[in-house]
């Protein structure tokens, strides 16, 4: 049986093309707003991560009516780093809406995110956003879009998709480029008549496969999902089961079940065929789980989520000024917190190490680690990171694998070559290069991840902030040998205290400064970023001698280069293997592994040994 009052879509897209406006607008031209209502851009970013960067971390549920038909909403992120948000929605959706900038046209992440939807035979709406730029070149990008469904296998039927043009901005979508723009109608009306109503059987048993978690202090874990056949109901008795483990078998009641309306969550009694629908009360469940009626248990099939390729050491910070800003210091606290992000992260692993005061936590990039570091910092946890690392593999003869990427990179012609040489030293292999017209070179390589770990700001300047670097990943290949990751040495503070500004005066010859004057250091602490390759061990603490002769003027007359304060970015890019970073809720401090100097200096001659 088919509902037709119900329409489940995905809006996939890479990043920065426009999926969370588009929402917006969906949201205010059904209705959801009142007409005076003020309403905040990018409404679905509802994070304040989310919010600062322009960029969606987590997927997100929503709902709009539009002519009688309730249209389920969900609004992915389009970073690769939180591609295992993508993954798993798209089982709850039975169609997906696939936004394209009208400039930059088809990118590494909008082939990753197509390609998962035509491999569960989702139809696919192409919407061109952006056409109201200037640069904008929309028939060009339906030719890209149109190669790349051909690249993928679509079939026939996914082939003949429909094409509308939009600028999610102005908040109209039009069939054809002459048609008068008005407003998101069009979109509105392709969703119902392209996209297949919900099928399922009413009268079987309950089947609902648990898409996504959220989690909420006062309920605990929620499981979304949407409901493949039966009906579920409050005071339900039900059954989990999973697909990929065939031995779960747990009696759960229902609880709490709601329903989406624009930005709300709504109680209501039951559910059937079609719907999605938000659960709470059950403690112990999981993303891939199927809640079943207990005489028909059976797991909805699950696509395992991609396996994390790099990592990093948390740990408990044992800094001289350990414990004095952070609200979570222990391990326990540590241990607490990283196992409950599994909760609603899937593409996160963490695991325990030999030393109880120290976790291995494995994710799908920098950008995703950071986000994680940051939303702890900001609740009040300090703690200390590692350096990012892949994670190897080895194939069957023994021999080392080691992820690799695809990076897709826009540069202004005379930065070209720079970059070029820049990736070549970090073992990346020009694999195509052509001109886009306008002064501007696409370059495209293939890259070991590790290669790319602290590039990206280095990348900014090289470019004067005016290049793109995407990035995805491609497989698993040959280790390609030993990469130099920072051509220049620590500056490393010899003593604690306080910074004083004659000793910054001095320090700042030997190259850039990360402290200003007031600020307290304490031995092994890395306090800037000399201009040679060795590191270097200074006095910032150091006082002028007096003498009998002083001048009024003589210290004043001391003139420091500002400091470069660096971001948590910056700061995750420029540690080294040996170093680590200091996270609290007011300070970021880089620190040698080893503070003691004596030590430090043994560790480093047995490793040459």
């Not at 591609?83 to 929605?89: L, T």
């Not at 978690?213 to 089961?241: A, C, F, L, P």
């Not at 403690?283 to 390729?309: M, N, R, V, W, Y």
């Not at 061990?537 to 210290?555: F, G, H, I």
């Amino acid at each position: 049986m088919k509902r037709e009052d119900v329409r489940n879509i995905a809006i996939i897209a890479h990043v920065d093309h426009g999926k969370t406006t588009l929402v917006d607008e969906l949201l205010k031209q059904s209705g959801v707003f009142r007409a005076n209502q003020e309403v905040a851009e990018r409404v679905m970013d509802s994070g304040d991560i989310e919010r600062e960067r322009g960029i969606t971390i987590l997927s997100k549920n929503t709902a709009v009516t539009y002519n009688g038909v309730k249209i389920n909403i969900v609004d992915t992120p389009g970073h690769a780093d939180f591609g295992g948000e993508v993954e798993r929605v798209l089982k709850m959706v039975n169609g997906v809406i696939l936004v394209v900038d009208a400039f930059e046209g088809s990118m590494p992440q909008t082939k990753f995110v197509l390609r998962k939807a035509l491999e569960l035979s989702l139809p696919v709406i192409v919407c061109i956003n952006k056409i109201d730029r200037p640069e904008a070149r929309p028939l060009e990008v339906v030719d890209e879009v149109l190669e790349l469904l051909m690249d993928l296998d679509a079939s026939d039927e996914q082939l003949d998709c429909p094409f509308l043009f939009a600028s999610a901005k102005d908040g109209y979508a039009v069939r054809s480029l002459d048609d008068e723009p008005k407003d998101m109608a069009p979109l509105f009306e392709t969703i119902i008549d392209y996209i297949p109503a919900p099928e399922g059987d009413p009268a079987a048993g309950t089947q609902v496969l648990i898409s996504t978690i959220d989690y909420n202090e006062y309920v605990g874990r929620i499981g979304i999902g949407k409901v493949d056949n039966g009906t579920i109901r409050v005071n339900q008795e039900m059954v989990i089961v999973n697909h990929h483990d065939p031995d779960k078998l747990k009696k759960v009641k229902i609880s709490k079940l709601y329903e989406f309306d624009g930005l709300k969550k709504v109680d209501v009694a039951e559910a059937t065929i079609g719907s999605i629908v938000a659960i709470s009360g059950i403690a112990d469940i999981h993303i891939g789980d199927t809640l079943c009626s207990p005489e028909h248990p059976q797991a909805i099939p699950f696509q395992k989520i991609s396996e994390p390729t790099i990592s990093m050491q948390f740990m408990v910070n044992d800094s001289p000024l350990a414990g004095q800003e952070g609200k979570y210091v222990t391990s326990r606290h540590l241990r607490d917190r990283l196992f409950r992000e599994l909760n609603t992260d899937v593409s996160l692993r963490v695991e325990e190490t030999d030393s109880t005061e120290c976790f291995k936590v494995s994710g799908r990039g920098e950008l995703h680690l950071s986000v994680l570091i940051e939303s702890m910092r900001r609740e009040g946890y300090e703690f200390a990171v590692s350096k990012a690392e892949v994670i190897y593999h080895t194939d069957e003869n023994g021999k080392k694998l080691e992820p690799m990427e695809r990076a897709y990179i826009d540069v202004d012609d005379e930065y070209a070559g720079n970059v070029i040489q820049k990736l070549g030293e970090r073992k990346g292999e020009l694999l195509n290069m052509h001109s886009n017209g306008s002064g501007s070179t696409r370059l495209e390589f293939l890259i070991p991840a590790r290669g790319l770990i602290g590039y990206r700001g280095e990348f900014l300047t090289d470019t004067k902030g005016t290049g793109v670097l995407n990035t995805i990943f491609e497989n698993y290949g040959p280790y390609k040998g030993d990469i130099q990751y920072r051509k220049q040495g620590s500056l490393i503070a010899f003593e604690a205290g306080e910074a004083i500004t004659y000793g910054l005066f001095n320090a700042q010859e030997r190259g850039t400064l990360f402290i200003g004057p007031g600020e307290k250091v304490y031995a092994g602490m890395v306090i800037g970023q000399n201009g040679k390759a060795e590191d270097i061990e200074l006095n910032v603490c150091k006082t002028k001698k007096l003498t009998n002769t002083r001048s009024s003027s003589a210290d004043e007359a001391l003139k420091l280069t500002p400091p470069r304060i660096l971001s948590l970015e910056q700061c995750l890019e420029f540690i080294d293997t040996d170093e680590l970073l200091e996270v609290t809720p007011k300070s970021l401090r880089i620190r040698k592994k080893i503070l003691d100097p004596t030590l430090r200096k043994r560790a480093a001659f047995s490793k040459k040994a």
